[in-house]
Antibody, heavy 119, light 106 residues
Framework: QIQLVQSGPELKKPGESVKISCKASGYTFTDYAMHWVKQAPGKGLKWMGWINTYTGKPTYADDFKGRFVFSLEASASTANLQISNLKNEDTATYFC????????????WGQGVMVTVSS | DTVLTQSPALAVSPGERVTISCRASESVSTLMHWYQQKPGQQPKLLIYKASNLASGVPARFSGSGSGTDFTFTIDPVEADDIATYYCHQSWNSPLTFGSGTKLEIK
């Protein structure tokens, strides 16, 4: 069965960096784009952008340009999200989600990674 | 950005029918989807492209609409349906989500 397994929770200080991973299994990794979604505590879902898992090309929503980097380890069927110069407002759960072209929707989701930024 | 407006909360009794609306600030064709999110869990796709039931989702869930006005229905509601429901459009970039409708059981 298709699974997206994300790395564990992170506690960081402002100004530090964090890299979270999303390991896919149960399908051909390079056949489906991977999207990233942010959810601040008690808030709704916000789309961050996506990465083409075949070419490695990332696309960022405007609010996530600059400090956010999507990358791949395609040989390991893994997508990564790196956030640099962390700010308090980056405290959130970050989800990866497999995009299925036929449905134009995020069909499968990782369990989420809680990133806490606190001094 | 395309703004999706949902009612914030609804309370229903088990066995009843509930309808959640989602209005888009501009046309999203039929690329509207509905997700269920329970506390501490990831979102789960229920309906894609306005009216298509996702794999393994009970037929109690349904969706309709096109353009700017969409509805999502649960009939009948079960106690396990306590969750927040989000509409989500993928027609316009950036992709956007509604603010969510929290469903409470009376």
């Amino acid at each position: 069965q298709i699974q997206l397994v994300q790395s564990g929770p992170e506690l960081k200080k402002p100004g530090e960096s964090v890299k979270i991973s999303c390991k896919a299994s149960g399908y051909t990794f390079t056949d489906y784009a991977m999207h990233w979604v942010k959810q601040a505590p008690g808030k709704g879902l916000k789309w961050m952008g996506w990465i083409n898992t075949y070419t490695g090309k990332p696309t960022y929503a405007d609010d996530f340009k600059g400090r956010f980097v999507f990358s791949l380890e395609a040989s390991a069927s893994t997508a990564n999200l790196q956030i640099s110069n962390l700010k308090n407002e980056d405290t959130a759960t970050y989800f990866c989600a497999r995009w299925v072209r036929d449905s134009y929707a995020h069909v499968d989701w990782g369990q989420g990674v809680m990133v806490t930024v606190s001094s | 950005d395309t703004v999706l407006t949902q009612s914030p909360a609804l309370a229903v009794s088990p066995g009843e029918r509930v309808t959640i609306s989602c209005r888009a600030s501009e046309s999203v064709s039929t690329l509207m989807h509905w997700y269920q999110q329970k506390p501490g869990q990831q979102p789960k796709l229920l309906i894609y492209k306005a009216s298509n039931l996702a794999s393994g989702v009970p037929a109690r869930f349904s969706g309709s609409g096109s353009g700017t006005d969409f509805t999502f229905t649960i009939d009948p509601v079960e106690a396990d349906d306590i969750a927040t429901y989000y509409c989500h459009q993928s027609w316009n970039s950036p992709l956007t989500f509604g603010s969510g409708t929290k469903l409470e059981i009376k």
